[in-house]
């Protein structure tokens, strides 16, 4: 599914821009939109040559292409990042605007910008298609409906409030679960973007056993909460995972590692790990069934 950017993504009025902290706000919510999009390839934003024209060759420009001591380092940025996610689109038709309910304000370009963004919504009917429609920094979350006069079809968006919400439109375990021991960098990325939705770091560096990796390669359950838990377990202290009524921590003595809770009972999946030269190193996974071999 593709995606769409209404006009406060990228548009900001030159009183917004002049304000630090509103313009710091601004361009942190357009870049990590941007970066979350690209770097997990989640989708494509649709663009027209109308959109285009009034980004980079109207002559009221925006802000951010005007300011002198901002448009040497920004520009180059946005251009880069923007250019690697958009998606030019076109109508067979010369259509107008459409309509959205409910309406939304834009003053950019004297509301050239939101006619814009209108007549590609309308393309987008036109398509039958329903995309994901990211909204600008200081937008309220709604439910969104794009229509028109000339066709039935139409567009109820999937709504993107925040950056961090691209996260929720990845398939972790579609994505990025490995199918060979090769492929221990998906599962890397994988915690990666877990850290992310947790917005918290490893607190530890760490490392895969072959034979850990050997035995989630096989797994078909509980994937999404091996990726889950193994993330909140790297970013807790030994204290803090131990006190944790779903991680469970515990240390074995007579096996010398640790282990803790994937899944609860009946299931109790469990991953053993114990520390190598200051790492955690990720043992072994035991699945269902398995809960008394790793004892």
């Avoid at 979350?36 to 989708?43: L, M, S």
């Avoid at 605007?97 to 509301?111: D, H, N, T, Y």
């Avoid at 030994?238 to 994937?262: G, Y």
Wanted: with cysteine.
């Amino acid at each position: 599914m593709k995606a769409v950017f209404e006009p406060e993504i990228l548009f900001i009025s030159e009183s917004d821009w002049q304000d630090s902290e509103k313009r710091d706000t601004f361009l942190k919510h357009l870049l990590d939109n941007l970066e979350n999009i690209n770097n997990y390839q989640i989708t494509r934003v649709y663009w027209t040559d109308d959109l285009e024209g009034l980004l980079w060759d109207h002559p009221q420009l925006p802000p951010w292409r005007q300011d002198r001591d901002w448009k040497l380092q920004i520009v180059p940025i946005i251009y880069k990042a923007f250019n690697t996610a958009r998606q030019f689109i076109q109508s067979q038709e010369n259509l107008s605007s459409c309509l959205m309910q409910p309406v939304l304000k834009c003053s950019c370009f004297e509301g050239l910008a939101l006619c814009a963004f209108l007549e590609l919504m309308h393309i987008v009917i036109e398509r039958e298609e329903n995309v994901y429609l990211c909204l600008g920094v200081n937008r309220i979350r709604e439910e969104f409906t794009f229509l028109c006069d000339c066709h039935s079809f139409q567009v109820n968006p999937v709504v993107i409030a925040k950056p961090i919400e691209w996260l929720d439109q990845i398939d972790l375990t579609e994505s990025y679960w490995p199918s060979n021991i090769d492929e221990e960098g998906k599962f890397n990325t994988a915690l990666e973007i877990a850290f992310k939705k947790l917005d918290k770091q490893p607190i530890y560096e760490y490392e895969f056993s072959k034979s850990f990796l050997k035995d989630i390669i096989k797994v078909q359950n509980h994937r999404t909460s091996i990726i889950e838990r193994t993330a909140k377990r790297l970013t807790l202290t030994k204290q803090e995972a131990a006190k944790d009524s779903n991680l469970q921590d515990e240390w074995l003595t007579n096996k010398k590692e640790s282990r803790f809770r994937i899944t609860q009972r009946p299931s109790s999946t469990r991953i053993h790990y114990k520390y190598v030269n200051k790492k955690m190193k990720f043992l072994r996974y035991y699945d269902e069934g398995e809960h008394d071999d790793g004892l």
